[in-house]
């Protein structure tokens, strides 16, 4: 399972725009990019996922280098609702005989101040 | 929105004793699986299963037991709980023809487990 490195913690104030770098220098050829959301006492709820290049939703954007050992996770115009542990994983699409595990590491904590 | 609930939500029992956390889903996904979570620290698989009848330990050893006889349902059991039991209990479940990349997993809300 590749692993992943992001900063243990982020601070914001509301309106701002955040972006959560994570380095993946192993990712292997067939792992795709996922970032989940946790808030305290719930389990991890998806964000967004990406392969290469941008990918945008109503939540967040992916921002994918071509060499893929980076990802960042950009959340426009935060608000208190956005605090919470942000995490980045790299797994493969777990079709087959594969589980598609995935390694949630500590995350980052941001944390939007008003 | 996805349907996954685990219970009880919260639990404080003595040493010694056997528990049972449940986690049932209404999605029909064959894959399903348990971490565990303490405060502030990454989830580490203890369990997974690729369907009913499979069952199969995750990367953290765990002295709990899991069960899938049914595919929405996927308990976990402590035969006698330990304080270093003590910890948040999240189940998952998945499924490979969702419209995402690769298998986006579902938690349910998780079990706070308090061992005295």
């Known amino acids: 399972l590749a692993k992943t490195t992001q900063p243990i913690s982020m601070d914001s104030y509301e309106g701002q725009e955040v972006n959560i770098t994570c380095s993946h220098n192993?990712?292997?050829?067939?792992?795709?990019i996922t970032w989940y959301q946790q808030f305290p006492s719930q389990g991890p709820r998806f964000i967004i996922q990406g392969y290469k290049t941008k990918v945008t939703n109503e939540v967040a954007s992916l921002f994918i280098p071509a060499d893929r050992k980076s990802s960042t996770l950009s959340l426009p115009r935060v608000s208190l609702s956005d605090t919470a542990v942000y995490y980045c994983?790299?797994?493969?699409?777990?079709?087959?005989?594969?589980?598609?595990?995935?390694?949630f590491g500590r995350g980052t904590q941001l944390t939007v101040w008003p | 929105e996805a349907d996954i609930y685990q219970t009880p939500r919260y639990l404080v029992i003595g040493t010694g004793k056997k528990i049972t956390l449940e986690c049932s889903q209404t999605?029909?996904?064959?894959?399903m699986y348990w971490y565990q979570q303490d405060p502030g620290m990454e989830l580490h698989l203890i369990h997974y299963s690729y369907g009913v009848n499979s069952t199969e330990k995750g990367d953290l050893s765990s002295e709990s037991t899991v069960s899938r006889i049914r595919t929405e349902h996927f308990p976990l059991t402590l035969e006698s709980a330990r304080p270093s039991h003590t910890s948040q209990y999240l189940c998952?479940?998945?499924?490979?023809?969702?419209?995402?990349?690769?298998?986006?997993?579902?938690f349910g809300p998780g079990t706070r487990l308090t061992v005295l």
């Open positions: 999605m029909g996904h064959d894959k």
């Open positions: 994983l790299v797994g493969d699409d777990g079709r087959g005989s594969t589980l598609g595990r995935l390694y």
């Open positions: 998952a479940s998945s499924d490979p023809s969702g419209e995402y990349l690769t298998d986006t997993q579902y």
């Open positions: 192993n990712i292997a050829t067939n792992d795709y």
